[in-house]
C-alpha cells in the first residue's frame, strides 16, 4: 500500500521508495503538509503550523478560518483569501473570477487511469501504481476539481494531474489550470532548469530561488529550445551525490510554464503547467477538462539519484513500444552528407559505402519528395520525387536489403509550404487570423491540427508511405515555433483553446501510426531538441538531440539533458571533422566517445572516409552492438560538469554492475594542469574490473575511490574505458 489515509486526522500519506508526501484536510481546505525522506505512516499533524500572519490577507470566514495566504495549499485557487500565484483561476457566468474549492470526498484506487487524449506515465499493471484521487468543489459556482495523485512506490515517483469540471449550470472559463502546485515552508533552495536556443539546447543554469517569481515557460506552440519543461528545486549545498532535490517534469510538448516563487513569508511556491499567457477554456456545464501530468519526484542523494529515477521511469513506463527494450539500430542520417541534394545514384554509392562497416539502417532525411530542393517548398506533397528517386522508396530499399541496411525517412507532417500544391488546395488548412498577415518560418506555415480533415490527411499520407513495411524508420521533424495562432474551426471565444488543442490533435494522430505501425522506430525531432519533451517521448522513444552534432557542444547539450532524460532518447551522432556547424577539428575517437553516450549512429559521407576510418567505424558499430544495451539502459553518472570545467567525464553502469563504459573529454588544456583522476561511481566495490583496451585489472573500490588517470594535454582528446568485471 503506497497511499495511507488516516481517517481520524483526514491525513494523505503516499509513500515511494525513498519519499514521502503528506497532505491533510482542514477547515475543509486540502494543506500540504510534507514531502521529502520517506516517514513511517502516522499522524503527522504537527506539521502544520498556524502562525496567524496576516500582513494585510483576510482571515476566511470572517474569523472563523485560515489567513489563506499563510498556509500551504495543495491546489491554491484565486479569488479569495490566497494572493499568492494560483494553480486555478476561471471566469464565472457573472464575469468574476473567484473559485472556492473544498474537500468533498476522495477515493483509492489501483493502477494509473489513462488521461484521455494525452501522453502519461502507464503501468504494466495495477500492482505498479495506486491512485488518489481528491475531489474539491467550489459549493457556490459548482466548479469541481480531482486533484489526481499517482504512485508509483517501486519507480520512486508519484505524478499529479488535475480534472476541472463545469458542475454549473452555465459555461465558465478557465484561465489557469496548472498540472501541480507544490508549498515549500521556506525558499532556501536553487533553481535548476534548462535554457538554450537552436544548436545550443539545454544548457544548465543555476541560481538561488529569490522573493518573487521566477518562470520558465515557452509560448512558442513547443516545448521549444529555448526553455525545457521541468524544474528542479535543491538544497543549496547539493551536488551529483549529496543533497536534497525536488523535481517536476511535465508530461508535454506545446506551451508550458514553471514557476518558483518566494513569498512574503519566506515560503515558496512552484507549480508547473500549461501555459496560461497561451491558455484559456470555455467549459460547458458538464464538461470537463484534463490537464497534462508533471512527474514529481524527490532525492537525497543529490541531483545524480534524481536523474536516474527520472531516466528509468521514462525509459521503462513512458517510452513504448518495440523499441523501448530492443536495441536501437546503428543508423547513418544522409542529412549532413547530402542536404538537399541527392539522388539515387549518390544514395547506392553511399549504401555501398556503408555496407560491410556494420551499419544498419539508411535515413533518407529531407528533400525526398514534392519538388523539394530547397527548404522553400513542397512540405504536405508526401509523394516521391521521381526524378530523385526514378524506382522509388521501394527502389531504394530493394537495393539496400541485399547490403544488410533498412530504410528510414524524414517527414515534417504538421507543416505545410506555401509552394505545395496542398496549400495551393488547402489555402485555409493552416494556422491562421484571417485579415493578418501569414508569418513564414523557414519558408513554411504551420497546418491546422484541430481540423480532424488535416489529421486524416496526415495519417493516409504517412501511412501511404509505412503501409508496405519497407520504412524502419520515421524522423519526425518540426521547424518553427507558432505565430498567428487561430483557427477558424473554432469561434472568437474559443481561440484561446487552439494551442492545446492542436496538440490534442497532434496526440491522437500520432496515437494512430504509431500503433498501426508498431515495427516502426519513430525519432522525434524539432530543429533538433526544439521538442524534447517527456510528452513526445510517449510516442517516440528517441529525439535528434540538437542541429549541433559537433562532439564538444555535444557535450553540454548531451550533459544538460541528462538532467531530466534517458541516453537513449539522446540521439547522438559521429559528424564530420571540421564539423558543420562549428568548425571544431576533432579527433574521430573523441566523436566516437560522445556519441555513445546517446542512441547511436552517423551522420556523414562514408564515402569521404578514409581506410584507416572506415576500419574505425567497421570497430566502433561492431562495440555499439555488443555495448547498446547497457549505454542504453545502464544507470548513468555524471562525474564532470563541462560547464564549469575542463573536461567532461560520466559512466554508464550496467544493472548489475559487472559493466561500466566510461568516458573522458579534454576540453581545454591547461599548461602543467593537474594531475587528472577520473573517480568512478556505481561499481561493486570488492569486484574487480579489467579494461578491455588495456587489459589492466582494478578493484571496484579503486577505481571510485582514486580513479583513472586521464591525459590533460592535447585540447579534444578523450578516452573511452570498458571495464568488465572478471573472476579473481
Ligand atoms: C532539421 C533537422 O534537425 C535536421 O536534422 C534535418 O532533418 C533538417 N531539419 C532537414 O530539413
Known amino acids: ?56 490577507s483576510p482571515r476566511m470566514e470572517n474569523g472563523g478560518g485560515f489567513i489563506l495566504d499563510d498556509v500551504p495549499l495543495e491546489y491554491p485557487c484565486w479569488g479569495r483569501g490566497d494572493l499568492r500565484t494560483p494553480a486555478l483561476e476561471v471566469r464565472n457566468p457573472d464575469g468574476s473570477n473567484i473559485v472556492d474549492l473544498r474537500y468533498e470526498s476522495h477515493e483509492i484506487l489501483p493502477g494509473k487511469p489513462r488521461i ?44 499529479r494531474y488535475a480534472r476541472i469540471r463545469n ?35 539545454r544548457q544548465i543554469e543555476r541560481h538561488p530561488l529569490q522573493h518573487g517569481r521566477f518562470t520558465i515557460s515557452s509560448r512558442r506552440g513547443a516545448s521549444s529550445h529555448v526553455h525545457n519543461p521541468f524544474l528542479l528545486l535543491a538544497s543549496p549545498t547539493a551536488d551529483e551525490t549529496s543533497g536534497e532535490v525536488y523535481a517536476s517534469v511535465l508530461v508535454y510538448s506545446g506551451s508550458f510554464a514553471a514557476e518558483a516563487a518566494g513569498g512574503q513569508f519566506d515560503a515558496a511556491r512552484a507549480m508547473i503547467g500549461l501555459n496560461p499567457e497561451e491558455f484559456s477554456w470555455k467549459l460547458e456545464p458538464g464538461e470537463d477538462f484534463f490537464t497534462p501530468e508533471s512527474v514529481l519526484t524527490y532525492s537525497g542523494e543529490g541531483l545524480g539519484y534524481l536523474s536516474r529515477t527520472l531516466h528509468h521511469l521514462f525509459r521503462t513506463r513512458l517510452c513504448r513500444g518495440k523499441y523501448r527494450d530492443a536495441r536501437r539500430p546503428v543508423l547513418l542520417n544522409l542529412w549532413e552528407a547530402c542536404y538537399f541534394n541527392f539522388d539515387e545514384e549518390k544514395i547506392k554509392r553511399i549504401a555501398d559505402s556503408c555496407a560491410e562497416l556494420g551499419v544498419e539502417l539508411l535515413v533518407i532525411d529531407d528533400a525526398w519528395f514534392g ?47 506555401p509552394n505545395s500544391d496542398l496549400y495551393r488546395a488547402h489555402p485555409d488548412w493552416c494556422l491562421h487570423v484571417d485579415g493578418r498577415p501569414r508569418s ?12 480532424p480533415e488535416v489529421r486524416d490527411y496526415l495519417y493516409d499520407c504517412v501511412s501511404a508511405v509505412l503501409k508496405d513495411g519497407r520504412i524502419k524508420y520515421v524522423k519526425w521533424d518540426y521547424n518553427r515555433n507558432m505565430t498567428e495562432v487561430g483557427s477558424p474551426t473554432l469561434p472568437a471565444d474559443r481561440q484561446g483553446e487552439v494551442t492545446h488543442r492542436y496538440y490534442l490533435g497532434l496526440y491522437e494522430l500520432l496515437e ?30 528517441q529525439v535528434w538531440t540538437s542541429d549541433n552534432s559537433d562532439a564538444i557542444e555535444r557535450l553540454r547539450i548531451q550533459y544538460g539533458t541528462s538532467l531530466v532524460y534517458p541516453l537513449s532518447a539522446m540521439s547522438a551522432h559521429v559528424s564530420a571533422s571540421p564539423n ?23 551522420e556523414l559521407d562514408p564515402t569521404a572516409l578514409s ?14 552492438k555488443e555495448l547498446g544495451e547497457v549505454l542504453a539502459t545502464g544507470d548513468y553518472y555524471r562525474l564532470r560538469n563541462p560547464f564549469e570545467e575542463t573536461c567532461s567525464a560520466w559512466c554508464t553502469v550496467s544493472a548489475d554492475r559487472s559493466v561500466c563504459v566510461a568516458g573522458y573529454v579534454l576540453t581545454h588544456v591547461r599548461m602543467y594542469g593537474n594531475n587528472e583522476r577520473i573517480a568512478l561511481r556505481g561499481l561493486k566495490p570488492d569486484a574487480l574490473y579489467r579494461e578491455r583496451f588495456t587489459g589492466e585489472t582494478y578493484r571496484g573500490d579503486e577505481l571510485m575511490g582514486f580513479g583513472l588517470h586521464a591525459p590533460t594535454t592535447l585540447e579534444y582528446r578523450s578516452i573511452l574505458w570498458v571495464l568488465e568485471e572478471v573472476s579473481d
Open 116 to 159: 484521455p487524449g494525452l501522453p502519461a506515465v502507464y503501468v504494466e499493471n495495477d500492482g505498479e501504481c495506486e491512485t488518489l484521487v481528491v475531489r474539491l468543489r467550489d459549493g457556490v459556482s459548482g466548479v469541481e476539481a480531482d486533484l489526481y495523485y499517482c504512485v508509483l512506490e517501486e519507480y520512486d515517483v508519484l505524478t
Open 440 to 451: 513564414e518560418g523557414r519558408n513554411q506555415l504551420i497546418l491546422d491540427l484541430c481540423r
Open 580 to 602: 558543420h556547424q562549428t568548425g571544431h577539428v576533432t579527433p574521430f575517437e573523441t566523436r566516437v566517445c560522445v556519441a555513445l553516450t546517446g542512441s547511436f549512429g552517423f
Open 167 to 201: 458542475g454549473g449550470t452555465d459555461a465558465v472559463r478557465l484561465l489557469r489550470a496548472m498540472s501541480a502546485s507544490v508549498d515549500f515552508d521556506h525558499t532556501r533552495y536553487d533553481i535548476l532548469s534548462n535554457y538554450g536556443t537552436h544548436c545550443r539546447e
Open 1 to 56: 500500500m503506497s497511499i495511507y489515509f488516516d481517517p481520524q486526522t483526514l491525513q494523505f500519506q503516499l509513500n515511494t521508495r525513498t519519499s514521502s508526501y503528506i497532505m491533510q484536510v482542514r477547515n475543509g481546505f486540502l494543506l500540504h503538509l510534507y514531502w521529502g525522506a520517506r516517514l513511517q505512516n502516522g499522524d503527522h499533524s504537527y506539521f502544520f503550523r498556524e502562525q496567524g500572519r496576516a500582513a494585510f
Open 512 to 541: 494512430r501510426l504509431v500503433g498501426d505501425y508498431p515495427d516502426v522506430l519513430f525519432e522525434s525531432c524539432s530543429g533538433g531538441g526544439g521538442r524534447f519533451d517527456a510528452g513526445m517521448l510517449y510516442y517516440m522513444p
Open 371 to 417: 519538388e523539394r530542393n530547397s527548404d522553400n517548398s513542397s512540405l504536405g506533397d508526401w509523394y516521391v520525387n521521381r526524378k530523385k528517386l526514378p524506382h522509388g522508396l521501394e527502389g531504394v530499399e530493394e537495393y539496400l536489403k541485399p547490403l544488410g541496411l533498412d530504410l528510414g525517412i524524414w517527414f515534417e507532417p504538421e507543416m505545410i509550404s
Open 611 to 624: 581506410d584507416a576510418e572506415r576500419e574505425q567505424v567497421r570497430q566502433v558499430a561492431a562495440l555499439h
